[in-house]
């Protein structure tokens, strides 16, 4: 089983509309958590950070569940630009802060 | 926008040749990575680096070594070269130090292929 799994999708998201998606970690030990962005045959760049509360920076939303082991990500008001492959991040003190990527989840917003 | 620096971006070699990839950035960070990526498929970590004269291997075995004679360079090499090396190899770094944001700055890539 792999250490953070996503739903490859793509999920095809109308302009406008609302998408969420989840990614699971097997390690109960994993501390801090991320959602990177990836455009097509660009690096990661970090979207935003993954807090206990959950958090929301404008039109995106991170939730944290330590219980079931799984963060999700919300977009709302879908914009073409969002279009993208998001990676979700986990890192574990125990393993020298060493970040473990999922192998993304792909986001393709339409007209 | 993060200053760190691959070269080069496109590599296309032979098989057998001993090639180096160029990682510099210029923020001073202690630690740097690198990461193999295949098309649509997740970043593995192959090294890494807390400072001068520190390297480690990483979760994915692979046939490169790595260097930190600098901080602010993290070359990889690949003594012989093989098709199957053919991969994005992404370099990374981060100035984190065991609180607050671990956020990794990534390169823009270098993108093998060995014919």
């Known amino acids: 089983r792999k250490e953070v799994e996503q739903d490859p999708g793509p999920f095809n998201v109308p302009e406008g509309a609302t998408v969420a998606f989840n990614c699971t970690y097997s390690?109960?030990?994993?501390?801090?958590f991320f959602w990177y962005r990836q455009d097509c045959r660009k690096e990661p760049k970090l979207l935003m950070s993954v807090y206990s509360s959950g958090n929301e920076d404008g039109r995106f939303t991170a939730q944290l569940n330590r219980a079931s082991q799984y963060i999700s990500l919300l977009i709302r008001d879908s914009k073409l630009s969002d279009s993208a492959t998001y990676l979700c991040v986990v890192n574990m003190k125990a393993a020298g802060n060493k970040l473990t990527f999922g192998g993304g989840t792909r986001v393709l917003v339409k007209p | 926008e993060a200053d760190i620096y691959q070269t080069p971006r496109y590599l296309v070699i032979g098989t057998g040749k001993k090639i180096t990839l160029e990682c510099s950035q210029t923020m001073g960070h202690d630690k740097m990575y690198w990461y193999q990526q295949d098309p649509g498929m997740e970043l593995h970590l192959i090294h890494y680096?807390?400072?001068?004269?520190?390297?480690e291997k990483g979760d994915l075995s692979s046939e490169s070594t790595v260097s930190r004679i600098r901080t602010e360079h993290f070359p990889l090499t690949l003594e012989s070269a093989r098709p199957s090396h053919t991969s994005q190899y992404l370099c990374?770094?981060?100035?984190?130090?065991?609180?607050?944001?671990?956020?990794?700055?990534f390169g823009p890539g270098t993108r093998l292929t060995v014919l």
């Open positions: 990374a770094s981060s100035d984190f130090k065991g609180q607050g944001n671990n956020e990794q700055f």
């Open positions: 680096s807390y400072g001068v004269n520190s390297t």
């Open positions: 390690n109960s030990a994993s501390q801090s």
